[in-house]
């Protein structure tokens, strides 16, 4: 599998062939970046996954600096997984000049929940894949449904730029005990990573509420009950929160006994681990 190290290098790859199918990633890539790769396979054109750790959707006291990079080992796996090249640029050739334009996403869904933990987090993440699909002009990009709020992004980017690309979203990738997989998996020690199948537990006690949450009231005290139940087994939530599927705006009242429409998404620290989940209802 090539690995390919420019965009020079990206574009004299594909020039003569169909329109590939693109994975973009951060590396470190584990059982759900693969299962992206697999989805990416079935559609029959080459898959391009990319690696580059975007500096741009990291916020100060992120942690950018500590990401994983392994760029060796992500390509064993991407080959073994029957993807057709990796693009890994550095930083000068993402960024050849510091990048002074910007998406600037709909701040009534970049805004919320993930966006308003991280402010810019989501400016950075559709700047950068903008930029990939300009790249290497994929027909098809395949993204997880644990960055739920990222899918939706991306889609709504994509609608609303007409860019000529459909956007693949694939189901989250677990491990056994329900933890779900995460780059971020890797900084939890022994203790935490006994713990850390409690977020997605947490997700499915409030899941579980919601029938007998016939008000906004109630429903708000139940995510606040949620949050408190983790809090007590010593984590830091930031929000664990009942939304639309298909805006991720607060559902009302006469939507909550509604199935197939909601999600219900969460965030919480570990000690300094962040991990995020969600589960559609
Ligand atoms: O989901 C990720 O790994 C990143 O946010 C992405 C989409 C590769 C953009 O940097």
């Known amino acids: 599998m090539p690995i390919l190290r420019s965009r020079a290098e990206l574009r004299g790859a594909l020039q003569s062939l169909p329109r590939p199918t693109l994975v973009p990633t951060m590396g470190h890539l584990h059982a759900g970046h693969l299962a992206l790769v697999a989805r990416a396979r079935e559609f029959g054109a080459p898959v391009v996954a990319s690696v580059f750790v975007n500096r741009l959707q990291f916020g100060a006291g ?3 600096e500590r990401y994983p990079r392994d760029l060796r080992r992500d390509a064993g796996l991407l080959e073994q997984a029957g993807c057709d090249y990796l693009y890994a640029p550095d930083e000068a050739d993402m960024y050849p000049v510091p990048q002074t334009f910007h998406v600037s996403p709909d701040p009534r869904l970049a ?16 700047t950068v894949v903008l930029k990939l699909l300009q790249l290497a002009q994929p027909a098809i990009a395949v993204f997880g449904k644990k960055d ?3 899918l939706l992004l991306v889609r709504a980017m994509v609608e609303q730029f007409a860019l000529p690309v459909r956007i693949e979203g694939v189901e989250t990738v677990r491990e056994p005990d329900g933890l779900a997989m995460s780059s971020r998996n890797s900084y939890l020690g022994a203790a935490q990573r006994a713990q850390a199948p409690q977020l997605q537990q947490a997700l499915r006690r409030l899941a579980a509420q919601l029938p007998d949450c ?26 664990l929160s009942v939304r639309r599927r298909a805006d991720l705006q607060q559902p009302q009242a006469d939507e909550l006994g509604r199935t197939g429409t909601l ?7 570990l000690g300094s681990t962040r991990l995020l989940d969600n589960l559609e209802l």
Do not use: I, K, M, N
Not at 111 to 124: C, D, I, N, Y
Not at 214 to 238: F, H, I, K, M, Y
Not at 263 to 269: H, Q
């Open 111 to 126: 805004g919320e929940l993930e966006g308003a933990v991280r402010p810019g987090h989501f400016q950075g993440v559709t």
């Open 148 to 150: 739920y709020q990222q």
């Open 62 to 64: 992120e942690d950018f």
């Open 214 to 239: 016939r008000s906004l009231q109630r429903l708000q005290a139940a995510q606040d009950a949620a949050c408190d139940w983790l809090r007590e087994r010593g984590w830091q939530p930031d929000y």
């Open 263 to 269: 999600v219900v998404l969460g965030a919480a620290r």
